[in-house]
């Protein structure tokens, strides 16, 4: 089979031919069909402190085609379409135990970074069952939706509350899903410039703002009230001071930017509004379950956010168009063609 796999150091992804894997106990073998490239596999793959590794392979949010079961599976079959959760946890620690966030496990049992490569075993524990009416393009967007579902829980969105989200990348945007969805009042989309306006608006927000010298006051007129929720969704430096700055007094600011550089904060400025700033990565199973079967009855195609599909002899060159300045907002990998 055919796989990317990252040399390290910030070297060039190369495509390889690995001997395809066999099912072990407990285990199934699937055929991707589509792997998203993630925001997190451009920042680990330049080098530095934040890295995937040396030789690794990677992607992680993808679905595809059971083609083999491993001894021990049961209740799946092959030929079953699934989405895999891409860290396996251990189930017993306190992060698997109380909060059920896989991503946080103290043991990590090991990883389904598969996902860009023509065939991925993975234990079955971490493959949800994808509902006929889902295809693959739709399972390989569950594990960013689940982010997104995730931060939005955290925030605890009550009825009628004034939202602003801050990036217009894939996390912002379902940021914005997902805050209509669960009741939030008038949002705010926000970002340097308006290239992702019309997806912002398709997602749900009422309108969209660029930064400028006069945001907030922008903010405060679009929203009618400074916001109650500020989602952080960019993970650059400063974003943080902005969320601050535009939050009301008991705001709540969800960071899911997951900026890997340190990102200064008054602390006077938002302990004069009482803000409070909840950090957030993961997600549990049950944001996974849930999306699987809610996906098509939402208010929009989450779908629309996808716009290009490449081969996986592709990714190498996708992966420097993505560093520099560019039109995509999700690019998905078609591993089998």
């Given at each position: 089979?055919?796989?990317?796999?990252?040399?390290?150091?910030?070297?060039a992804?190369?495509?390889e031919?690995?001997?395809?894997?066999?099912p072990?106990?407990?285990?199934?073998?699937?055929?991707v069909?589509?792997?998203?490239?993630?925001?997190?596999?451009?920042?680990?793959?330049?080098g530095?402190?934040?890295?995937?590794?040396?030789?690794?392979?990677?992607?992680h949010?993808?679905?595809?085609?059971?083609?083999?079961l491993g001894?021990?599976?049961s209740?799946?079959?092959?030929?079953?379409?699934?989405?895999?959760?891409?860290?396996?946890a251990?189930?017993?620690?306190?992060?698997?135990?109380?909060?059920?966030?896989?991503?946080?496990c103290?043991?990590?049992?090991?990883?389904a970074?598969?996902g860009f490569?023509?065939?991925?075993?993975?234990?079955?524990?971490?493959?949800?069952?994808l509902?006929?009416?889902?295809?693959a393009?739709?399972?390989?967007?569950?594990?960013?939706l689940?982010?997104?579902?995730?931060?939005?829980?955290?925030?605890?969105?009550?009825?009628?509350?004034?939202?602003?989200?801050?990036?217009?990348?894939?996390?912002?945007?379902?940021a914005?899903y997902?805050?209509?969805?669960?009741?939030?009042?008038?949002?705010?989309?926000?970002?340097?410039?308006?290239r992702?306006?019309?997806?912002s608006?398709?997602?749900?927000?009422?309108?969209f703002?660029a930064?400028?010298?006069?945001?907030?006051g922008?903010?405060?007129e679009?929203?009618g009230?400074?916001?109650?929720?500020?989602?952080?969704?960019?993970?650059?430096e400063?974003?943080?001071h902005?969320?601050?700055?535009?939050a009301?007094?008991?705001g709540?600011?969800?960071?899911?930017g997951?900026?890997?550089a340190p990102?200064?904060?008054?602390?006077?400025?938002?302990s004069?509004?009482?803000?409070?700033?909840?950090?957030s990565?993961?997600y549990?199973?049950g944001?996974?379950?849930?999306?699987?079967?809610q996906?098509?009855?939402g208010?929009?195609?989450?779908?629309?956010?996808v716009?290009?599909?490449?081969?996986l002899?592709?990714?190498?060159?996708?992966?420097?168009?993505?560093?520099g300045?560019n039109?995509?907002?999700?690019?998905?990998?078609c591993?089998?063609?």
């Amino acid at each position: 089979m055919k796989a990317a796999i990252y040399p390290g150091d910030g070297r060039a992804i190369a495509i390889e031919t690995l001997p395809d894997p066999e099912p072990g106990p407990g285990e199934v073998i699937i055929k991707v069909e589509r792997c998203g490239i993630c925001g997190t596999d451009l920042t680990m793959t330049k080098g530095g402190q934040w890295d995937y590794g040396s030789g690794v392979q990677f992607g992680h949010e993808y679905a595809g085609e059971i083609i083999a079961l491993g001894s021990q599976v049961s209740g799946y079959r092959v030929g079953e379409r699934v989405a895999v959760q891409p860290s396996v946890a251990c189930g017993e620690c306190h992060a698997c135990r109380s909060h059920g966030n896989t991503i946080l496990c103290q043991s990590r049992l090991g990883s389904a970074m598969h996902g860009f490569a023509e065939l991925a075993r993975v234990p079955v524990s971490v493959a949800t069952r994808l509902p006929s009416v889902l295809s693959a393009a739709d399972g390989a967007l569950i594990e960013p939706l689940a982010i997104s579902l995730y931060g939005a829980q955290l925030a605890q969105i009550k009825s009628g509350e004034p939202v602003l989200v801050l990036g217009g990348g894939t996390v912002a945007l379902y940021a914005i899903y997902w805050a209509r969805r669960l009741g939030a009042g008038r949002i705010v989309a926000m970002s340097r410039s308006a290239r992702r306006r019309d997806l912002s608006l398709a997602m749900g927000a009422d309108q969209f703002i660029a930064y400028g010298d006069n945001e907030i006051g922008e903010v405060i007129e679009a929203l009618g009230a400074p916001p109650a929720i500020v989602f952080e969704c960019v993970g650059a430096e400063g974003l943080l001071h902005k969320a601050v700055m535009h939050a009301a007094q008991f705001g709540r600011i969800i960071s899911l930017g997951f900026c890997t550089a340190p990102d200064t904060v008054i602390p006077a400025l938002a302990s004069y509004k009482c803000a409070s700033i909840q950090f957030s990565v993961g997600y549990t199973m049950g944001e996974f379950l849930y999306i699987a079967d809610q996906m098509d009855k939402g208010h929009c195609d989450p779908k629309v956010i996808v716009s290009n599909e490449i081969g996986l002899d592709a990714l190498p060159a996708m992966f420097d168009t993505l560093r520099g300045p560019n039109d995509e907002t999700k690019v998905h990998v078609c591993c089998g063609s």
